[in-house]
């Protein structure tokens, strides 16, 4: 990263790295890539544990558990107790017990969404639910999609866990939540409540978890629409790295800035 970027994007931070209690920090990008781990995400973990630092990885994902999640961390060389794991599908589930305590859902997604949704007290049905809820899966299937539009038509509110338009796969991208809502929302005109990044609610109920203040967390992301956006909003230090979708030159096309750019997580760990 050249140092014109780290003075000029400094110049715009909300001060100095001290006083950070707390870290969330997003996955994809930023720890892993393509089931490699990436430089230093390793030695950053390890020192959030050493110093009792309370943490959260932070993942769209929503195909996935947490141990599952955690499973793919390790084969990676990373180790994350699957606790310190908060996913779209769990902010999901957080939000609408919220909402609605032991409310009823027709759930378009794979474990990851209807573990969460079980853990929250909701009924799962396709007979009159208060929610569609409509999250990633590998497989999405049409009479799927047209119960949804048609559960929606009759009064059912619609959810979906976060708005990426497409997902990672080795043979190229695959069409995600994002596009599928779209489709849903072409046919029902109905838009989805999105809870997943760059919605700052998915940040805040990972602080509620852990018990941690806006003004003492940071958080840690590669993407300015999403993780640095919503780290803003919802009052946080945000720190972006250049490990993942965002790159230096980038930076100056947003209305906003990260308190710090840096090349890798690797370089956050003195801060600690």
């Not at 930023?30 to 020192?47: D, I, M, S, T």
């Not at 909701?122 to 009479?143: A, H, K, M, N, Q």
């Amino acid at each position: 990263m050249s140092d014109d970027v780290d003075e000029d994007v400094a110049a715009g931070g909300n001060g100095g790295d001290d006083g950070i209690e707390c870290w969330l920090t997003d996955m994809d990008g930023v720890l892993v890539h393509e089931e490699r781990a990436l430089p230093g995400a390793a030695e950053f973990l390890q020192r959030l544990t050493d110093t009792g630092r309370r943490f959260l990885v932070l993942t769209n994902n929503s195909i996935f558990t947490p141990r599952d999640l955690a499973a793919r961390l390790a084969r990676s060389g990373i180790t994350v107790p699957e606790e310190a794991i908060w996913t779209s599908a769990m902010a999901t589930a957080d939000f609408l017990a919220r909402q609605m305590p032991r409310g009823s859902a027709y759930v378009i997604g794979e474990s990851g969404l209807t573990t969460a949704l079980h853990e929250a007290g909701f009924i799962l049905t396709d007979t009159s639910p208060d929610y569609v809820v409509l999250g990633e899966t590998r497989t999405y299937s049409f009479e799927a999609i047209t119960r949804a539009i048609r559960l929606i038509e009759g009064g059912a509110r619609f959810i979906a866990t976060n708005p990426d338009a497409t997902g990672p796969s080795a043979e190229g991208p695959l069409p995600a939540t994002g596009s599928v809502a779209a489709l849903i929302t072409r046919a029902t005109r109905a838009e989805p409540y999105f809870v997943g990044k760059p919605n700052p609610m998915m940040f805040r109920s990972a602080m509620n978890r852990i018990a941690a203040h806006s003004e003492t967390t940071a958080m840690v992301g590669d993407r300015m629409d999403t993780d640095v956006v919503a780290g803003i909003e919802a009052g946080l230090r945000t720190f972006l790295v250049l490990t993942g979708s965002t790159r230096a030159e980038q930076v100056e096309r947003y209305p906003f800035r990260p308190h710090r750019v840096v090349d890798s997580v690797g370089d956050l760990v003195p801060l600690v």
